[in-house]
């Protein structure tokens, strides 16, 4: 078709996405690119693929051991709530030294949101949460092997909340990226069930 001034509108026409107008749906060979300029986004566009993908069942042999990680992080963090009173009747430490040490064993958890960060910003050798899982759970196995080892009387009261101290940092350390994995999960689960994979990780740690 041409206007009045005799210019060809074909170019125009055929610039608009093709509509198939029984369905509605864009059935252009760009129409995802045309989503993501008309504002849908990149981000949308990745959720939607991941929304697509099926739920794994996290109760099968291959993934239990994310559970079996929540249970582990609470058993640790539960277990040095008992910090005071075997610092006061065990260690025999000072009154001022025990009454701070949940404090002190805790301080790592503070900081939290800067591992979070700090797991999501860096990947040693391409893995996201993986090295930071295995070293997190390694360096705390260490940490309690020697608290195992060592006699007490060895063990000074400062020694001892340090090491403690370390064992916290380490769980934590690796409990992070297990946070990350299930909101990735619950990104997977359908809307009525959405949330399920953490709040039953955080059910078995508390």
Not at 55 to 65: C, F, I, R, S
Not at 83 to 96: H, I, R, S
Not at 122 to 148: D, E, H, S, T
Not at 184 to 205: D, F, H, K, W, Y
Request: hydrophobic share 45%; charged share 15%.
């Amino acid at each position: 078709m041409s206007d009045h001034n005799g210019k060809s509108t074909a170019l125009s026409v055929n610039a608009n996405p093709i509509h198939n107008e029984e369905d509605g749906h864009n059935n252009s060979p760009d129409s995802s690119e045309d989503m993501i300029g008309g504002g849908i986004g990149r981000d949308k566009m990745e959720m939607m693929e991941i929304e697509d993908i099926e739920l794994p069942d996290m109760w099968a042999k291959e993934n239990v051991g994310l559970y079996c990680q929540y249970m582990a992080v609470g058993l640790l963090y539960g277990s040095a709530g008992t910090v005071l009173p075997f610092c006061a009747y065990v260690k025999n430490g000072e009154d001022q030294v025990c009454s701070n040490a949940p404090s002190l064993v805790f301080l790592a958890w503070n900081f939290k949101i800067l591992f979070a960060i700090l797991t999501d910003m860096w990947r040693p050798w391409g893995y996201r949460r993986k090295v930071w899982m295995v070293l997190g759970w390694g360096l705390a196995l260490v940490i309690l092997f020697l608290l195992a080892v060592i006699p007490t009387e060895k063990l000074s009261v400062s020694a001892w909340l340090g090491l403690l101290m370390l064992t916290q940092c380490f769980v934590m350390l690796a409990d992070v990226p297990a946070d990350g994995y299930c909101v990735q999960l619950g990104q997977m689960e359908p809307p009525s069930q959405r949330g399920q994979i953490l709040a039953t990780g955080q059910l078995l740690r508390f």
